[in-house]
Nanobody, 124 residues
Framework: QVQLVESGGGSVQAGGSLRLSCTHSGVTYDSRCVAWFRQVPGKEREGVANIDRVSGFNFYTDSMEGRFTISQDDAKGTVYLQMSRLTPEDTAMYYC?????????????????WGQGTQVTVSS
């Protein structure tokens, strides 16, 4: 069974950085792609970036590229999201998800497995 556990969230001041981690286990053919999403209460879940665990190829939502970087350490079974130049608008619950393939349109419906999320709060 695929399990995803996020960590690394917290509170940071605007302009600061955080690195989120998603440790995955039990991954199979239908969980080749790992993605990060974020969600603010009352709004839809928003795709941030994804990465193909086999090829390392990745996509970013246009508004995220440049400040956010997705990477992986396959030996540790971990996918990272490095976030920099954070603003209060980045405040959200960040989720890790896994699905069968990576697409440039990072849509929650494509991901079957989800972690519990880690909260990121950016103060001005």
């Amino acid at each position: 069974q695929v399990q995803l556990v996020e960590s690394g969230g917290g509170s940071v001041q605007a302009g600061g950085s955080l690195r989120l981690s998603c440790t995955h286990s039990g991954v199979t053919y239908d969980s080749r792609c790992v993605a990060w999403f974020r969600q603010v209460p009352g709004k839809e879940r928003e795709g941030v970036a994804n990465i193909d665990r086999v090829s390392g190829f990745n996509f970013y939502t246009d508004s995220m590229e440049g400040r956010f970087t997705i990477s992986q350490d396959d030996a540790k079974g971990t996918v990272y999201l490095q976030m920099s130049r954070l603003t209060p608008e980045d405040t959200a619950m960040y989720y890790c998800a896994a699905g069968p393939y990576c697409d440039r349109h990072i849509t929650s419906a494509d991901y079957r497995y989800w972690g519990q999320g880690t909260q990121v709060t950016v103060s001005s």
